[in-house]
């Protein structure tokens, strides 16, 4: 008893760090385990995504009283030395301050981690390494159609994060929604056009369903979300020119460009072996000119 009477003495700061950490590993497995507990009644419900949030505002407050009830002796000299400098510092190195914030906020608000396919600052690509002061991006698209690299390393400042949208297309959820619009002559058989879409596209992204179901149910976990249907899908409208058919379907991220070319493959053969029951739909233009005057 002595020496952590000792010790306690000698080494105070060390000893409310301690503490704060273990309080903080209590919280946070508290948290844990209740919300677990409670998921199971809730996840019908929504109430969950609620919870969840109130459950993470709670344990943030609880925190922050903590650390001021524990720290607070020894912040006086540095809040004045902070309130004394801050404008100063704030209006030289804004950019840096709000990048080196935004690399927190990223770290630790689920924006994206390493290995997510995102959208920032108006750059599509895969996040290859998150710095202090910029995000490093794989980049995709831009000359090259489809989702697929064009070789380029691009360096995104952090503080987009906080002046744009970002769009993560695989935070908790590696699936997307892809459509191919078929234009068939009115002439065509419908119905067997329809059953012909559904089969092929079953045949190329089947293996996806039932990932793609217990990948949503997760995602129903973390945000508020209503049933969406994962099968696939035909959709039928017209206009003037043609009847146009709308095939919807779920794939993984990374192999959308793949998935289609072999759908349209697909599409184009087995069309031709239905011959004209089957036709796609162009738009022709007629050109007619006027009669010629003869010139005297």
């Known amino acids: 008893m002595e020496f952590i009477r000792n010790f306690i003495e000698s080494y105070p700061l060390l000893v409310n760090i301690i503490w704060f950490l273990l309080f903080f590993m209590i919280l946070y497995l508290s948290r844990r385990f209740i919300l677990n507990r409670l998921y199971e009644n809730l996840k019908n419900s929504g109430h969950w995504h609620v919870t969840r949030k109130i459950a993470r505002w709670l344990n943030n407050l609880i925190l922050f009283v ?15 030395a902070i309130g004394l ?21 990223i770290l630790f608000a689920d924006f994206f981690e390493t290995g997510d396919r995102v959208l920032l600052g108006g750059i599509k690509g895969d996040v290859v ?22 070789g380029r390393i691009v360096r995104v400042a952090n503080s987009y994060i906080f002046s744009s949208p970002v769009y993560n297309y695989t935070a908790n959820f590696k699936f997307l929604w892809d459509e191919i619009m078929i234009p068939l002559r009115f ?14 596209a079953e045949k190329h992204t089947g293996q996806y369903n039932k990932e793609a179901v217990i ?19 035909v959709f039928l409208s017209f206009n003037d ?14 192999e959308r460009r793949i998935v289609k070319d072999k759908i349209f ?4 053969q087995r069309f031709k072996q239905e011959g ?11 050109v007619f000119s006027s009669s010629s005057t003869k010139m005297k």
């Open 187 to 200: 002439e065509s058989d419908i119905k067997l056009a329809k059953t012909l879409l559904l089969e092929i």
């Open 85 to 105: 400098a801050g404008a100063g510092i704030t209006y030289a190195l804004r950019e840096v301050i709000m990048s080196i914030a935004g690399w927190f906020a």
């Open 241 to 254: 020119n043609w009847v146009e058919i709308s095939l919807r379907y779920a794939v993984d991220y990374r």
């Open 276 to 286: 004209a029951r089957l036709e796609i739909a162009s738009e022709t233009l007629e």
């Open 129 to 150: 390494d998150i710095g202090v002061l910029r995000t490093t991006l794989m980049e995709i698209g831009e000359w090259v159609n489809g989702d697929q690299y064009t």
């Open 215 to 233: 990948a949503w149910e997760n995602m129903k976990k973390h945000y508020k979300l209503e049933n969406a249907s994962l099968d696939t899908q």
């Open 265 to 268: 493959s697909e599409i184009l």
């Open 66 to 80: 903590l650390f001021m009830y524990i720290f607070g002796r020894n912040l006086t000299g540095l809040s004045t």
